[in-house]
């Protein structure tokens, strides 16, 4: 049931990550290191929305954004993702091309109270009182929908050396309970599949029949997403302060499928010598790890409007309290060519076991963030809009009692920065009906460099799109593209360490869809 124990140790489960010690800590990368979302229009400024308004991502955004609307707006957004990824193992590279489509947002927004019909105890017109909208959106964002390949011949070792060190020292009759730092359940499935015999004449010690260097290939395919569901108000004051508020819901989905498979291999003969010989087709291990679940949190911010070309906004979200649940399994196959182990006084053919599943529940914090924005309008042409966020990642936080979640929030605050920064910058023209717009959004890293194989997690995305809007209508496209590197490691050893390094570019295309109805 530890993820420590039944997931992080066997890596080709999750992915080792070289300067990491514990698996949930990697929670802070995968649901609190996002690309906000919305329309079109904004993503196609670079995410740029905090000191805006007027646009439908104000209601996950910045809920003062909502003050600025004046009419009913129903919006659809539909995505199409696709991604490139070359893997580079042991000198051996391998492409994969990837394509997706998906919901991206959905949004309406309602104006409950127009200024120019408010009206005080006596009936009499009241100009001056804030106007009230609400909105309710859904937007999608992160998607984990990926697929990465990587193969080649490994000279120097294979998983079997792996589980060979990992045995070392324990006794047989033990090999199947928790004992040490590694997953000693699947060491008795590797035993089980005479892949790793003991030596009776030193006890706690263990020797394999194969080996050699064999051809080493895994598919990891990961699914799912992180929906964000907001309902949110805003209200203008005087056309000069906007104020809002917002509660935001998160619903987590998140697969990772992987096979590892090695073949080809070797035997010991007579004089010690690495023979060619048919005794052990392949190996094969899948493992499947699931990650569901929900959780909340609160937004609340601000614009002012000093001058009629000038927007000052802030938004503050609170952290999110996420409850999830975890599945993880894994299955072992190996397949040998009729092969008489003479010991046992057996022949050995093809073998499926698998671990069974593992199930823990656990809560996670994640880090609370303040957004600060300004946007400038030149006349009634375009404008220049530019956002910061601050983070403390080394402020989320793991809560459970299935595991050790002391050493999990040691390794947080151990791995990730206490302050973060996250900038985007974006820039709308205007000719008549016909909107150009740029955008460029930086995702900083959130973790420290606390070792030399750690890989780059900042994410720099750039954007193009063009709107067309008439007095009911709008129609917005854009186009983003980013790249990032990330590397896994299929096992682990104290030299030779195999790693594969994934450069991977990422290809997404949004059509918005807005509708304005005057009340």
Known sequence: MLKFFSILSITIIIGFRLYSQSGYSQDVIKFSHNIKGGSARTQAIGGTSVSLGGDVSSISQNPAGLGFVNRKLFSLSYGFLGNNSTSNY??????????????????????????????????????DCP??????SY???????????YNAYNDFNSIIDYFLADAQGIPLNRLASITKISDIALLQEVYDHYLINPDYELPGSYYSFVGGFPFQREEIITSGHIDKISISSGSNIRDRIFLGFGINFYLINYQENRTYNENSYEILDNSDQWILEGILDYLTLKDVLKISGNGSSISAGLIIKPTNYLNIGINYESKSSIKLEEESYSELETKYFDYYFQPEDTTLRNVISGTGSNFSEYGYKSPSKLTIGTSYFYKKLGFVSADIDLIDYSSASIQSYDFNDFAENQDIVRIYKSLALNYRIGIEGRYRNFYLRLGYNFLNDPEKKITNFKPNNSIHTKSLGIGFLTNSLSIDLTYMNYKNKSQVSPYILSIDQPIAEFSSQYYKLILSLCVRINN
């Open 90 to 127: 042991l000198g051996e590279t391998f492409n994969t091309n990837n394509n997706f489509n998906d919901v991206e947002n959905i949004s309406l927004v309602l104006p409950i109270k127009k200024r120019n019909n408010y009206y005080n105890a006596s009936i009499s017109k009241c100009p």
């Open 131 to 136: 106007k009230f909208n609400i909105g309710v």
């Open 139 to 149: 937007s999608k964002i992160k998607s984990f929908d990926d697929r990465k390949i």
